[in-house]
């Protein structure tokens, strides 16, 4: 008697299994299924692998060209010190004009390329445009154009010297007109690479900042 109905209970569990047990399904009733031909997300199909490519390839030049520029302000800094330095103790009065001569007129506006300078610097921690395209205009005014005045200021000076051997103003026993050529040949060399990284620069932001509005 028992032997029967363990042997009934076992075959009603196993009907019942059958018509519980939920239907296999297969890849064409459910096409969302993950398989190699399966949708994927779009991020990480490979097709956006030319954008990032391009990404890394603007930071890459920008960072080269952010290192340009700061090589190129500190000259320029070491630059402006040096006729800071002639103007302020030639002003003041520090020593005999003898030993250090008055300033010619080109370096008094020179003095105003410390804002160029100051723009530069600053624009290149946060990628700045607006003080990237100031110290670009303000480069033209203040940095190159004093320097084309000063060349021609000085250049008769410069005749004399060279056909008479006679100079009338020394910086340290030397001749004023020649140290301060000197001087402005490296300035001249130092600002047309400014002006041309810092365009190179502001081309590379202004590209960066046109691919993010496209996203």
């Known amino acids: 008697m028992r032997t029967a109905i363990s042997s009934f209970s076992i075959t009603s ?12 399904l297969s890849r064409e009733d459910c096409p969302n299924m993950t398989s190699r031909l399966g949708p994927r997300t779009a991020s990480t199909n490979g097709t956006d692998f030319k954008h990032r490519e391009k990404v890394v390839s603007h930071y890459q030049m920008s960072a080269s060209l952010k290192s340009e520029v700061r090589k190129l302000n500190w000259v320029h800094l070491l630059i ?58 303000s480069a033209g005014l203040f940095s190159v154009a004093p320097l084309i005045y000063g060349g021609m200021e000085m250049f008769p000076v410069a005749q004399q010297l060279y056909r008479h051997g006679k100079a009338y103003r020394f910086i340290f026993g030397c001749s004023a007109v020649t140290v301060m050529y000197l001087i402005m040949v490296v300035a001249v060399q130092v600002h047309a690479w400014q ?13 960066a900042t046109q691919e993010k509005k496209k996203k």
């Open 13 to 24: 569990f196993m009907v019942l299994y059958q018509h519980v047990q939920p239907p296999s």
């Open 80 to 137: 402006w010190l040096l006729v800071a330095a002639q103007v302020t103790v030639s002003h003041l009065n520090l020593v005999s004009h003898d030993t250090v001569s008055i300033p010619y007129q080109w370096e008094y506006p020179y003095l105003l390329s410390l804002i160029p300078l100051l723009c530069s610097s600053l624009s290149l921690p946060m990628n700045n445009i607006s003080y990237l395209v100031i110290s670009l205009i």
């Open 195 to 207: 002006i041309y990284y810092m365009k190179k620069l502001l081309d590379s932001w202004f590209d």
